[in-house]
């Protein structure tokens, strides 16, 4: 979406800005305490080291008032491909604290302050959007689901304000294709439903979903100062490519699951 995009935000009260500044603080204390586990962690070799990762999510969540709610169960085959519908950075935390698996990012996020660095440290896979690159991108992922390891991508390749879903890109499905294991792929709608009790507008839901041409600082720490907010993590149920008569076939069948999911999430009382 290249479009600029201007938002009203939402008038800050003096509780607000106290909860924006404690909970800024306490999200420095909590990167800098996970980090530390982190080493540590890897530095004793310690096993199920995604017991970290889901900890430092759910404080993220937390701190940011989100409370989730998750239906339908998590695909329990190795290697798994979950494709989710994307909203805001908001849905790195909110999926990490119950979805095993590594993420893909687009190579910008490295260079982010802070949530760069954590990316890193959790073994995050950057690809440029570069089409030239593709072929390389497919031999990490084909790499990492031959290692039995679950993967998380954003197929739509963009952000939205987190009441439709733009159609799923089939391209890096191919790794699928190329990998000796049977590779699963499980359908994840992510749904910003509810805020303080109250179901979301739009002025409201823009508080959350980072899209277009948004700033990301005044975005970020007016979310950490935000009342209660609730998010479905809904998983559908899992399918394979052999399913399908092509990649295209499949990324079509995962976004009308999705779409669909996201409005019935939406205009649910």
């Known amino acids: ?82 494709l989710s519908n994307h909203v805001s950075y908001l849905d790195v935390f909110i999926l990490g604290k119950f979805t095993p698996a590594f993420f893909i990012a687009k190579s910008e996020v490295a260079s982010w302050p802070i949530l760069g660095w954590l990316a890193k440290a959790q073994n995050t896979l950057f690809f440029e959007r570069n089409s030239k690159k593709v072929r390389h991108q497919l031999t990490i992922m084909t790499d990492h689901f031959d290692q039995q390891g679950n993967l998380i991508l954003f197929p739509e390749g963009t952000s939205t304000e987190g009441e439709h879903v733009e159609p799923f890109k089939s391209s890096l499905l191919q790794s699928v294709e190329s990998s000796q294991k049977d590779v699963w792929i499980q359908p994840v709608t992510l749904a910003y439903t509810h805020h303080n009790g109250q179901a979301m507008n739009r002025s409201i839901r823009d508080q959350y979903a980072w899209y277009a041409k948004m700033p990301f600082a005044s975005h970020f720490f007016n979310a950490l100062g935000m009342k209660p907010a609730d998010v479905d993590i809904i998983y559908h149920e899992p399918v394979r490519l052999s399913d399908f008569a092509s990649r295209k076939e499949c990324a079509q069948y995962c976004h009308q699951v999705v779409a669909q999911s996201l409005q019935t999430a939406l205009t649910k009382p």
């Open 1 to 82: 979406m290249e479009q600029t995009q201007t938002i009203a935000p939402v008038k800050q009260s003096f509780l607000h800005k106290v909860r924006t500044f404690i909970s800024t603080i306490l999200l420095i204390i909590w990167c800098a305490f996970m980090l530390l586990v982190h080493f540590f962690w890897k530095l004793l070799r310690l096993p199920a080291i995604e017991k970290c990762y889901f900890i430092f999510h759910g404080g993220c969540c937390w701190l940011f008032n989100l409370r989730c709610h998750v239906k339908g169960r998590i695909s329990e085959f190795r290697p798994t491909l979950f």
